[in-house]
């Protein structure tokens, strides 16, 4: 495997259900991201990770749960979400230096979640 | 505020030249990236800006002027595989990406 991987490709949940979505790199990157990409609007920042350390949560709700066991792998639990929620979740990873720009992210394909 | 605007839906022909328009306005300024996204698939890098000017990569080129808050990309001898969204992204004074909304480029023969 090379790049950036995510499991599953498509998921269909109830709202009662919980579920999990996993990402891995295997770029030696030392920061990890979840996000969320809706029709026609910008690609929303839910979680960052640097480090193994979360570094940003963007006011998302509670029914979102990340996890971050080690550098090279991202989890998003998921548990009673909405309609709402149903959109792409891309994971995403870079290489940091602390206090510079131009680390490019690398993205997986997406996971295509569907809340019913 | 920051916002990132970008048109939504740009059209153009094979062969032909086009160029896709961001403006920005963020807390900060650590540079501009610019992603391709095929339907149903990963956004991937094109480009990245931090000083004024002209960045040239093959057919895809990307300007940048930061005391207008204004970049675009320069797509050359389009080609059909073009057809994408193009997504601007602007790296805040926290060095995190602030996403524009993408825009559809369609390419006709």
């Known amino acids: 495997e090379t790049g950036v991987t995510q499991t599953p490709r498509h998921l269909v949940m109830g709202m009662t259900n919980k579920k999990s979505l996993k990402c891995e790199q295997h770029l030696g990157h030392n920061a990890m991201y979840w996000y969320k990409q809706s029709a026609k609007k910008p690609l929303e920042l839910m979680f960052v990770y640097s480090l193994e350390e979360r570094v940003e949560n963007n006011s998302v709700p509670s029914r979102f749960s990340p996890e971050c066991p080690n550098s090279s792998h991202l989890f998003l639990h998921l548990h009673t979400l909405q309609p709402e929620d149903s959109a792409l979740y891309l994971c995403?990873?870079?290489?940091?230096?602390?206090?510079?720009?131009?680390?490019?992210?690398?993205f997986g394909p997406g996971t295509r979640l569907t809340v019913l | 505020g920051q916002n990132i605007d970008q048109p939504t839906e740009m059209t153009a022909t094979e062969g032909a030249i086009v160029q896709i328009n961001c403006t920005y306005q963020?807390?900060?300024?650590?540079?501009l990236f610019w992603y391709q996204q095929h339907a149903g698939e990963a956004p991937t890098f094109l480009s990245y800006n931090v000083l004024d000017g002209l960045e040239e990569k093959g057919r895809f080129s990307s300007f940048l002027s930061r005391s207008k808050g204004y970049s675009y990309l320069l797509l050359k001898e389009l080609q059909m595989k073009d057809s994408a969204s193009y997504l601007c992204?602007?790296?805040?004074?926290?060095?995190?990406?602030?996403w524009g909304a993408g825009t559809k480029l369609i390419i006709k023969p």
């Open positions: 995403a990873s870079s290489h940091n230096s602390p206090g510079t720009g131009g680390n490019e992210q690398f």
């Open positions: 992204a602007c790296m805040d004074s926290n060095y995190q990406l602030i």
């Open positions: 963020t807390s900060g300024f650590n540079g």
